[in-house]
């Protein structure tokens, strides 16, 4: 009963390098989103996707990319690294808007940027 | 666009009296709105949703929530707070179709229970 994982769980990176967040979901849902936590800001919506080979742009995107080449799979890249970054990134999966669309979500990736 | 508006940061309750926190949403349409937890630490946990029908939804661990169309409003409530309610609670509009099928979150209320 895996449901939404997401690796890694901890990184620190130098600024300027790059990474990829990778976060999988077992449940065959069609909408994957990515979300960066700072304090006081909530949960703000960096990608998301409504499906296999389709991407669009939350709240915050600037910075980042991301793919869905697999549905079960919603990858969230940093080409260049940048201190601002330093956050706390959740992925999320939900059945989409026919049936029931409760979002299911990772424990978190802690990225640090120095 | 939509969002999802929180006022209070910060809420602090004595164990055993009740809770309210506040939510107000913008949208144009029938909202999907649910309140997630989240303790420190963790991720996200579901406690309550509303997609139609009635708009008093009961929840996990005693919490209700009920949806006022008038106020743009989805209120969680719980009739008395245990100290293992300390947490962060967030709440959240399900914008469709026009809207982008985006799930956008308000900036959440720490919520601390004093013994």
């Known amino acids: 009963n895996a449901g939404v994982t997401q690796t890694p769980k901890f990184r620190v990176l130098k600024t300027g390098q790059s990474m990829t967040l990778l976060c999988a979901q077992d449940m065959n849902h069609e909408y994957m989103y990515w979300y960066r936590q700072d304090p006081g800001m909530g949960l703000r919506l960096i990608h998301y996707?409504?499906?296999?080979?389709?991407?669009a742009k939350g709240e915050v995107p600037d910075g980042y990319n991301v793919s869905r080449l697999k549905k079960q799979n919603f990858l969230l890249g940093l080409e260049s690294a940048a201190p601002s970054q330093t956050s706390v990134y959740f992925c999320?999966?939900?059945?989409?808007?026919?049936?029931?669309?409760?979002?299911?979500f990772g424990q978190g990736t802690r990225l640090t940027v120095v | 666009a939509q969002s999802v508006t929180q006022p209070d940061i910060h809420i602090t309750v004595s164990e055993g009296a009740s809770l309210e926190l506040r939510c107000n949403y913008s949208y144009g349409a029938t909202p999907y709105l649910f309140w997630y937890v989240q303790s420190p630490g963790q991720g996200l946990q579901l406690l309550l949703k509303?997609?139609?029908?009635?708009?008093l939804v009961q929840g996990i661990k005693g919490f209700e929530a009920e949806f006022k169309r008038s106020q743009s409003s989805f209120n969680l409530r719980k009739p008395s707070v245990h100290w293992s309610d300390a947490a962060e609670y967030f709440c959240a509009v399900l914008g469709v179709r026009e809207y982008g099928n985006k799930l956008v979150f308000g900036a959440g209320t720490i919520l601390r229970v004093k013994s």
């Open positions: 999320a999966s939900s059945r989409g808007r026919s049936g029931n669309t409760e979002a299911f």
């Open positions: 509303y997609f139609s029908g009635d708009t």
């Open positions: 996707s409504v499906g296999e080979g389709t991407t």
